[in-house]
């Protein structure tokens, strides 16, 4: 049995006596389609209850001076280390249970589950994160926090955090695996207080056979700003959900991604930019690259409410098809209910753009030079914005590491023809 405080064990209790009766995800409906949930047995998703041995996760040397860092392996906090100045000013980052109001933390920005993997994640997270930004308290210093999973059982890691009125935090999320064909449904649930500014970078680097199912959840007040930067790179199936939610007059939300699948890799995206409040706006900007057999999926809808007057929000989705068999699928959607709204949205999936390739082959730049190029322009624009230089500094290895795969593979597949 998983330990802590009772208000946690009921919760966990009442979601494991739910299951049974919880609609299972379904490629029929419309928040599933396209997705590969039906190659999944879900019946044979068992939980991986033991607490880890500790290990030292690749990556966390990249940040200097930290506010804190913070280890989660397979959803157990293993590991925990604050700044003295992070201390001083206030800054809590522990178990959720251990908190004197744990029981109204969780759940703050996410008070029910939206599918059967929200529902697991309730029934056997074994130790949610809490990460507490006083009032008023600027970190300069992000916090970085890693969350790594080594076993071949399901895992279920949570961070809930709350950014305080008029506070500023940025988080740094990294997300690896070291088990093979193991599937992980993390969880993030944000809420920002009023005049606060929020950063949070997540950096999917998960092993070749790993599927995700995450569900981010943040909740954005008066006059706030939320920021949330995603780098999707690994996995096989990796699934996000990003519920945006602008709840107080004024606030700003803005999701940001990059992501590049290879081989038979699949990146499923689904947001959720909903404005209820007065004078919010929102802004969208995920780009992708697919390379082999690889798979893009975007869904998104804009949500204006009766209440959202005066709303701005904009989503764009752009997508290059680097071979004949990757795919990609790209559905913007709007919902709006009142009026006096400027709203946008855009999707585009096609090849390298030809012009821009000749006008570089005229040029004496050979085909795969010119590819390369404009590439890593295409993704220049998403890394221009990440909140942590160190992040985009990631992101950019990242491609360039891919880049110099898919620049191997095609000189191999010339060489043998």
């Not at 064990?9 to 590969?36: C, F, G, H, I, K």
């Not at 074994?126 to 080594?150: M, R």
């Not at 449904?185 to 998960?206: D, F, I, K, S, W």
């Not at 004024?250 to 991604?257: E, F, K």
Request: net charge negative; with cysteine.
């Amino acid at each position: 049995m998983l330990s802590g405080p009772a208000w946690l064990n009921e919760m966990r209790r009442a979601m494991v006596d739910q299951l049974a009766d919880v609609v299972r995800p379904d490629p029929d409906e419309e928040v599933w389609r396209y997705s590969r949930v039906g190659e999944l047995d879900l019946d044979q998703i068992a939980p991986a209850t033991e607490r880890p041995t500790p290990m030292v996760p690749p990556g966390g040397q990249r940040f200097t001076n930290p506010s804190a860092v913070a280890v989660l392996q397979n959803g157990w906090i293993t590991s925990l280390t604050l700044s003295d100045e992070a201390a001083a000013a206030g800054l809590t980052v522990g178990p959720v249970a251990d908190l004197p109001d744990g029981q109204e933390r969780y759940g703050a920005a996410l008070s029910d589950p939206a599918d059967l993997f929200g529902y697991l994640n309730r029934a056997f997270g074994p130790e949610p994160l809490a990460i507490i930004v006083p009032d008023g308290v600027a970190l300069a210093e992000p916090i970085v926090v890693t969350s790594l999973t080594d076993s071949a059982s399901a895992v279920f890691p949570r961070i809930i955090v709350h950014c305080g009125a008029n506070a500023a935090a940025t988080v740094v999320e990294m997300q690896t695996s070291s088990a093979e064909a193991t599937v992980v449904a993390p969880v993030l649930e944000v809420t920002v207080g009023q005049g606060a500014r929020y950063q949070h970078c997540v950096v999917q680097n998960m092993a070749a056979d790993t599927w995700q199912f995450g569900h981010q959840a943040i909740n954005v007040g008066q006059d706030a700003t939320a920021e949330l930067f995603m780098a999707g790179l690994g996995g096989d199936y990796v699934r996000t959900r990003t519920d945006c939610r602008l709840v107080g007059r004024g606030a700003y939300g803005r999701l940001t991604a990059a992501y590049f699948g290879e081989d038979s890799q699949t990146m499923d995206f689904r947001t959720f930019q909903d404005h209820a409040a007065p004078d919010t706006t929102s802004e969208l900007l995920f780009k992708g690259a697919l390379d082999g057999a690889s798979r893009s999926i975007y869904t998104g809808l804009i949500k204006v409410r009766p209440e959202g007057t005066g709303t701005k929000a904009y989503q764009t989705n752009r997508n290059i098809k680097l071979s004949p068999e990757a795919w990609a699928e790209s559905v913007p959607n709007l919902e709006i209910e009142t009026n006096d709204v400027m709203c946008s949205h855009a999707s585009a999936v096609s090849p390298v753009d030809e012009e821009q390739r000749f006008y570089l082959e005229s040029r004496g730049v050979p085909t795969p030079v010119a590819e390369r190029l404009l590439l890593e322009g295409f993704f220049a624009e998403v890394a221009e914005v990440a909140p942590v230089p160190a992040v985009a500094e990631i992101l950019q290895e990242a491609i360039v590491a891919k880049l110099d795969r898919r620049t191997e593979n095609l000189a191999a597949a010339q060489e043998a023809s």
